[in-house]
């Protein structure tokens, strides 16, 4: 039973699905929201590529190469959306004037604009 | 079993998502969890389907991958422009 | 443990996932974080769908419920004043009662229901044998689901077809963005209009 491919999808997927915690425990943790942004950024892009490949794993060794295709697809899409997403957050979010959480002023340091 | 484990973590994931939707003081704070959600959603439909022994469920996915960032990006627009339509030019 | 016991167990986490959700969009006071939290509802609905197998249900769920209804919903926020928050939240003991009767009578009248999936239900026994039976001699489609849905229970899916057609009349004719029938825009053409005269 444990051969190497079960062993190969399972370390795969189980370090996808904590690092996902990892992620979700940072947007919980950190203080600011572009902060919080990187931390769920790391579950949209690695941890979805650990998860997916881990799941194409067992498809491949089968020789079911349709289900594999559909995962590529899923990986792909989340790849070109994801950071995209993102950004958009992040930018709108300066644009509705939120300032991020810093140890200074800006005003103070820089001399001038925030 | 394994996949089992690995939808129980997804869960979790959940979990902290939804905390935050609900504690997250900003409106972009709720917008990145429901983001962060629909992610996690896709992911845990691919290991449910896995884990039920039926890979078709891979297609939901497959629709939810857009759908989740087609919303998003519809709600960041209505907060910019405050309007849902064609972007007026602020004349 | 089995694959039914795991999937057992991940459908008591997805419910009381949707217990957390629900308590939020109840107790959140501004409206955009309820939108919000109903998208998370749908999803999470659209999970416990798939678990019981019915994966076009799930789609439709996926598909309306966290996109075009939230979506719809931030439309029509957008026509009203944005600062607008919910009234305030005051405990009345009547309709409470009722909920809790009307509750108690359901669960109480479920108990005499046979079990999900037995073999000797009425419905396997007498309903679903016949529509397998009858669909390739007098239908002749591949898809059992669409014949009981387009021909068996035809009269149903015309109620069904027309109710959402009106709904979404209705929703086109609040939210539309279309300069000859939205009022507001309208209002506030007539409103500048009116402000560059004087």
Known sequence: ?114 | MIYGVAALGLLVAMLFAIIRALLGPTLMDRVMAVNMFGTKTVLLLAVLGYLAGRPEFLDLALVYALMNFISIIAVLKYFRYRDLGQSRVRS | MSVGEWEALINVVLLGLLLVVTFGIIRLRNLFGVVMLAGIYSLLMAMVFTLLDAVDVAFTEAAVGAGVSTILSLGTLALIDSRREKIPFRFQFTPMLVALVTGAVLLWGMQDMPAVGTADAPNQVHVAPYYIERTPVEIDVPNIVTAVLASYRGFDTLGEVTVIFTAGIGVMMLLSSMPVIGARRRRRRNGDDQENDT
Do not use: C
């Open chain 1, 1 to 114: 039973m444990m051969d190497w491919t079960v062993i190969a999808s399972g370390v795969l997927v189980i370090s996808g699905a904590l690092l996902t915690i990892v992620g979700a425990y940072g947007t919980l943790r950190l203080p600011d929201i572009y902060t919080r942004l990187h931390a769920a950024s790391i579950t949209d892009t690695l941890a979805t590529f650990l998860v997916l490949a881990g799941l194409a794993v067992p498809s491949l060794v089968a020789g079911e190469w349709l289900i594999a295709i559909k995962l590529l697809f899923v990986l792909i899409f989340l790849w070109f959306t994801s950071p995209i997403a993102s950004y958009s957050i992040g930018h709108a979010a300066f644009f509705a004037a939120q300032k991020p959480k810093l140890d200074h002023d800006l005003t103070d340091a820089e001399g001038g604009t925030a």
